[in-house]
Nanobody, 123 residues
Framework: QVQLVESGGGLVQAGGSLRLSCAAS????????MGWFRQAPGKEREFVGT??????YYADSVKGRFTISTDNAKITLYLQMDSLKPEDTAVYYC??????????????????WGQGTQVTVSS
């Protein structure tokens, strides 16, 4: 059974940094596509970033500020967030899909989701 547990959220001032973690169980990264999404209050969930065999892909709004990485031994997905802005405030989710490790940008393509972790950026 696949489980995803996010952690690392919190309150940070604009310009600061946070690193989110997504601890996975019941899967191996070699056979799952992984991604990060976020949902701000009153808005729909949106794509943040994803990783595939060919590299990582990011939404334009976070490109150059956010970085996805993995620790295969710990089966943990990370989202390093730098130069945070108030508009980054949201609940952040990691997601997984069984299949080729290709980049997936649509939330509809993912099968498994974590419970989310709140990130609040103050101005």
């Amino acid at each position: 059974q696949v489980q995803l547990v996010e952690s690392g959220g919190g309150l940070v001032q604009a310009g600061g940094s946070l690193r989110l973690s997504c601890a996975a169980s019941g899967l191996t990264f070699d056979y799952y596509a992984m991604g990060w999404f976020r949902q701000a209050p009153g808005k729909e969930r949106e794509f943040v970033g994803t990783r595939g065999w060919s590299g990582t892909y990011y939404a334009d709004s976070v490109k150059g500020r956010f970085t996805i990485s993995t620790d295969n031994a710990k089966i943990t997905l990370y989202l390093q967030m730098d130069s945070l802005k108030p508009e980054d405030t949201a609940v952040y989710y990691c997601a997984a899909k069984n299949g080729p490790r290709r980049p997936l940008l649509s939330e509809n393509e993912y099968d498994y989701w974590g419970q989310g972790t709140q990130v609040t950026v103050s101005s």
